[in-house]
């Protein structure tokens, strides 16, 4: 399997523009989650989707932040205008869970998006 | 606010040394994980041990679990300078997703 799949790698792009972070689950994983990564707040949850439902995006910081999984396969993470302080790694991972959206058990990452806005 | 927090932030030892980090976390929990993450890499999980357990060994790896003073401890034995990295703690409360603490960042002198 190739993994947890997120692009782009880098992203560097100027304050109040529109960042489109994305990301492919393992293929059978029915739960995804975004965390977001910083040195001064460490690993974040944003907002986590079971069955392609999001579930609990209280972490979401605000509204310039979105989050959709139109299907299973694919997840985007959208920062619209982004600013300077959103910059972090964003990483994606995803899980199969039988037990219901809360159940979670070993999580496989993805690489990450390091996201940079000037 | 983190659910796991590690102690001690970083850590430098010799290769061949044991490498111990520590996590405290603050409510009841289903499993404590441990998740290892290179630099610029995503993380990767380590072990997972039950509430119900209290030691769990994988290779090198030694987690302990006391659900009574809610902590969990990490041992690396014989380390490698390829043991160098970071290593998280996260919690699984069964009410939320993951939630991991702080990190622990380890070095190991070749």
């Known amino acids: 399997d190739a993994g947890v799949i997120q692009s782009p790698r880098h992203e560097v792009t100027e304050m109040g523009q529109e960042v489109t972070l994305r990301c492919k689950p393992i293929s059978g994983h029915n739960s995804l989650f975004w965390y977001r990564q910083t040195m001064m707040r460490g690993l974040e949850l944003l907002i986590y989707?079971?069955?392609?439902?999001?579930?609990?995006d209280s972490g979401m910081p605000e509204d310039r932040f979105s989050a959709k999984m139109p299907n299973a396969s694919f997840s985007t993470l959208k920062i619209q205008p982004s600013e300077p302080r959103d910059s972090a790694v964003y990483f994606c991972?995803?899980?199969?869970?039988?037990?219901?959206?809360?159940?979670?058990?070993?999580?496989?990452f993805g690489e990450g998006s390091r996201l940079t806005v000037l | 606010s983190q659910q796991g927090e590690e102690d001690p932030q970083a850590l430098s030892i010799q290769e061949g040394e044991n490498a111990t980090m520590n996590c405290s976390y603050k409510?009841?929990?289903?499993?404590l994980q441990w998740y290892r993450q290179n630099s610029g890499r995503g993380l990767v999980h380590l072990i997972l041990?039950?509430?119900?357990?209290r030691e769990k060994h994988s290779g090198r790896l030694r987690v302990t679990l006391d659900t009574s003073k809610k902590s969990s401890s990490l041992l690396i034995t014989a380390s490698r300078a390829a043991d160098t990295a970071s290593y998280f703690c996260a919690t699984d409360t069964g009410r939320r997703a993951l939630t991991f603490g702080s990190g622990t960042r380890l070095q190991v002198q070749p």
């Open positions: 409510t009841s929990i289903n499993n």
């Open positions: 989707f079971n069955n392609n439902v999001p579930i609990d």
């Open positions: 041990i039950r509430s119900n357990e």
């Open positions: 991972a995803s899980i199969y869970s039988n037990l219901g959206p809360t159940n979670t058990g070993e999580l496989f």
